[in-house]
Each structure stands twice: as structure tokens, then as C-alpha cells.
């Protein structure tokens, strides 16, 4: 059982001397982010374990203060709510991996672009993050061989749906619409032989 509390009490102050003298601070509501995480060994070669958890991120100096040069205060922080699941387990001289999670972001901060062209920052709705990543790895395998002594390999992979919610840009609705820059699937391989009992070869795809 692994448990922890954090508290964020995020604050800013800022001045401004051009075009016009001004003097302000930004304080925030304060946020509890518990995070809670059980494990269980049903057997030496099989684990299970089971997450959740908030999470919070505070506005950076870029989003504040954006490229128009207005100080950006009615921003709020980025949080959601992250629930996992998961299993491992060892089969023979493989060990698998699986993980799925859910996670849903509130207050998501945005881009945007006024008349000029500059870019100022928005809370904007937020998005919808579930997915399932794996992990297939192998022990190094040894041989009894005048070339080739040994041999491993790692797989990884995910399948993601991450979506946005109640997301509008002026008149367009995008809620629903995929977040755009991320793969729906994904693998990752690696492999080692080693032979000549000094040489290894490495394959990454």
C-alpha cells in the first residue's frame, strides 16, 4: 500500500512598468492531491495493481505573461483525476505487462491568437485520456555456440483514445474530435544478440 498527500498553494505576483505602472498578485484556491496505490501478489510470478490519483499543473511564466504582453491572471491550473490498473506476471523466461488507465484533465489551458497574430493562452474545457500500454520483455537467453552466446528482446506498445472535451474554438465545437500529434497504436522493438563472446548487435525499430 503506497499512499501520499500533497498540497499545491500556488501564487504570483507581477508589475509592470510599460506602457502603464501596474502592480498586481494572482492567488489560487489551494488543491489536496491524494494519491493512493495498492499492490497485490496473488503469486511469486503475478502482481496486480491498482492506482489513483489527482494531479494539478500550474500556469507557466509563458502562459502568463503571452506573446501580446498582457498579463494573463484569469488563468486557472490544469488538474484531473488519474485511475490505473494493472498486472504482471512472468511466464516461463518472458515478463509481461499490462496497464490501463483512465485519465480526465479539467481546465485545460489552450492557445489562441488575437487579431495580430500573437498567441495568448485560455482555459479551454478539458480532455478524455484512456488507453492500455503493454511491455513484453525476455530474460538473456545463453548458448553453447562458436557464434552466436546470447540473445534478448523488449516489445512495448500502447493503443490510446484521447479525446477532447467540451472543447470550442468561437462558433466550432471540437468536443469529441481526437487530440491531434498522438497515435492511436504504437510499437516499440528492441533486440540484442550477442555473439563471438565479445560483440553485441543491437535492433531498435
Not at 510599460?18 to 496505490?37: D, I, M, R, V
Not at 483525476?81 to 516461463?92: A, D, F, M, P, S
Not at 493562452?121 to 525476455?138: H, R, V, Y
Request: no cysteine.
Amino acid at each position: 500500500l503506497d499512499a501520499s498527500l500533497s498540497l499545491n498553494t500556488m501564487q504570483y505576483q507581477w508589475e509592470s512598468f510599460f506602457s502603464n505602472s501596474e502592480l498586481g498578485e494572482k492567488k489560487f484556491k489551494h488543491q489536496w492531491l491524494p494519491n493512493l496505490a495498492v499492490t497485490y501478489k496473488i503469486n511469486p510470478s503475478f502482481t496486480v495493481r491498482a492506482k489513483v490519483e489527482k494531479s494539478s499543473s500550474s500556469q507557466k511564466k509563458e502562459e502568463v505573461r503571452s506573446y501580446n504582453l498582457a498579463i494573463q491572471n484569469q488563468l486557472l491550473s490544469e488538474y484531473g483525476w488519474n485511475k490505473e490498473l494493472g498486472i504482471r506476471k512472468r511466464v516461463g523466461s518472458v515478463f509481461l505487462e499490462l496497464t490501463a488507465f483512465d485519465f480526465n484533465l479539467k481546465d485545460a489551458i489552450v492557445k489562441r491568437q488575437d487579431h495580430n497574430g500573437n498567441d495568448y493562452f485560455i482555459n479551454a474545457g478539458g480532455t478524455s485520456q484512456t488507453g492500455l500500454e503493454f511491455t513484453i520483455e525476455s530474460k538473456k537467453y545463453r548458448f553453447i555456440n562458436s557464434y552466436f552466446d546470447s540473445f534478448n528482446f523488449l516489445i512495448t506498445g500502447n493503443v490510446y483514445d484521447f479525446k477532447y472535451n467540451d472543447y470550442s474554438v468561437d462558433a466550432n465545437n471540437y468536443s469529441g474530435n481526437r487530440l491531434p500529434g498522438i497515435s492511436n497504436f504504437s510499437t516499440q522493438v528492441f533486440l540484442n544478440v550477442g555473439f563471438l563472446k565479445r560483440f553485441n548487435i543491437n535492433y531498435t525499430n
